[in-house]
């Protein structure tokens, strides 16, 4: 049964930093990417970031490039999300996901607040 749980959510000042972390369990964790999403409400989930299973390969959204950071440890099959130079925009709750099943895997998201 594939599980993802992230935490590391909080509020954090205009300018801040978090970092992420999502456990997995499940899935052969090492074959697979992962990603982040973020989700407002009243809005469709968006990509935030995606490393290939390796590490070798990261994407990000436009929105975070430059100021977000996402690696994993395939050791503790663990993806994280570092994220700095925090903006009132990044405010959402934040899911992992990983390409096993039939419409991909998330997690229960945790939520990011940033005050201004």
């Known amino acids: 049964q594939v599980q993802l749980v992230e935490s590391g959510g909080g509020l954090v000042q205009f300018g801040g930093s978090l970092r992420l972390s999502c456990a997995a369990s499940?899935?052969?964790?090492?074959?697979?990417?992962m990603s982040w999403y973020r989700q407002v409400p009243g809005k469709e989930r968006e990509f935030v970031a995606r490393?290939?299973?390796?590490?070798?390969?990261?994407t990000y959204a436009d929105s975070v490039k430059g100021r977000f950071t996402i690696s994993r440890d395939n050791s503790k099959n663990t993806v994280y999300l570092q994220m700095n130079s925090l903006k009132s925009e990044d405010t959402g709750v934040y899911y992992c996901?990983?390409?096993?099943?039939?419409?991909?895997?998330w997690g229960q998201g945790t939520q990011v607040t940033v005050s201004s």
């Open positions: 499940g899935f052969p964790f090492s074959s697979l990417s």
């Open positions: 490393i290939s299973n390796n590490g070798g390969s990261t």
């Open positions: 996901n990983c390409p096993w099943g039939k419409d991909g895997s």
